[in-house]
């Protein structure tokens, strides 16, 4: 989740409605592709980061219970890779753009992963990699 707080508490943007925002952002670009290019790429863009229901686990709480800003750190040693490859499952299973979107948003988010702190993480981060080899 992506969470604001103001003076009557907070703005939260679920990551299912962050991919649409995204998509209405790309779609702002005149990008000059066939339609059969350009509509799957706008429905992966949208549909990037779905298979998560982060409004039902009590982890993107924090102490407080206030809704968790996806980066701030929820105090585990390392990362559970459960959700991000149910991510990558459904991705895959709709189509090569949308894995090739989503395995580099993944990349995007973990940039800052040091390798060898986590070998779970390490082996992931590296199976996307040979993944998106494949696709391109």
Excluded: C
Excluded at 62 to 89: C, M, S, W
């Amino acid at each position: 989740m992506i969470v604001t707080s103001h003076n009557q508490g907070w703005k939260i943007t679920t990551q299912r409605s962050h991919g649409l925002l995204a998509a209405m952002l790309a779609f702002q670009f005149e990008i000059d592709l066939p339609n059969e290019i350009m509509v799957p790429t706008l429905i992966a863009i949208a549909e990037h980061d779905d298979g998560v229901a982060e409004t039902k686990q009590p982890k993107n709480l924090t102490d407080a219970g206030a809704p968790r800003h996806f980066l701030v750190e929820k105090g585990a040693a390392k990362t559970d890779l459960k959700q991000y490859q149910n991510v990558i499952e459904l991705a895959t299973s709709k189509s090569q753009i949308n894995a090739l979107l989503t395995s580099m948003h993944l990349n995007f988010i973990f940039s800052d992963h040091v390798y060898g702190e986590d070998k779970l993480m390490d082996n992931f981060l590296k199976d996307q990699e040979k993944n998106r080899k494949k696709i391109t």
